[in-house]
């Protein structure tokens, strides 16, 4: 059985650092991209951050370059999220998932359509 489960979001001061971890059963990293999505009140949700299948790429949404990493551990079968400087519109429901779609082209996984397995979200709010 796939899961996906998604831990760390709380509230945070503008300016501070979370680190989101998802955790991953039922299937191996190896053989999936994973990526973080996130969903703001009364908007769709987002692409925040891919990392390739071999962990060795990365690829980043506008909004958070130089902000946030992502990366994996593939012996805790484990992905994260590490925000730093964080911002009051970087509050949002992030969401984990995982994608077996193939392309050599990190920008092609923004695209929530390509995603087959989802978490169930952790919310993080950005508030003084």
């Known amino acids: 059985q796939v899961q996906l489960v998604e831990s760390g979001g709380e509230l945070v001061q503008p300016g501070g650092s979370l680190r989101l971890s998802c955790a991953v059963s039922g299937f191996t990293l190896d053989y999936h991209a994973m990526a973080w999505f996130r969903q703001a009140p009364g908007k769709d949700r987002e692409f925040v951050a891919v990392i390739s299948r071999d962990g060795t790429a990365t690829y980043y949404a506008d909004s958070v370059k130089g902000r946030f990493t992502i990366s994996r551990d593939i012996a805790k079968n484990t992905v994260y999220l590490q925000m730093n400087s964080l911002k009051p519109e970087d509050t949002a429901v992030y969401y984990c998932?995982?994608?077996?779609?193939?392309?050599?082209?990190?920008?092609?996984?923004?695209?929530?359509?390509?995603?087959?397995?989802w978490g169930q979200g952790t919310q993080v709010t950005v508030s003084s």
């Open positions: 998932a995982a994608s077996s779609f193939l392309s050599s082209r990190l920008s092609d996984y923004v695209a929530s359509n390509n995603y087959d397995y």
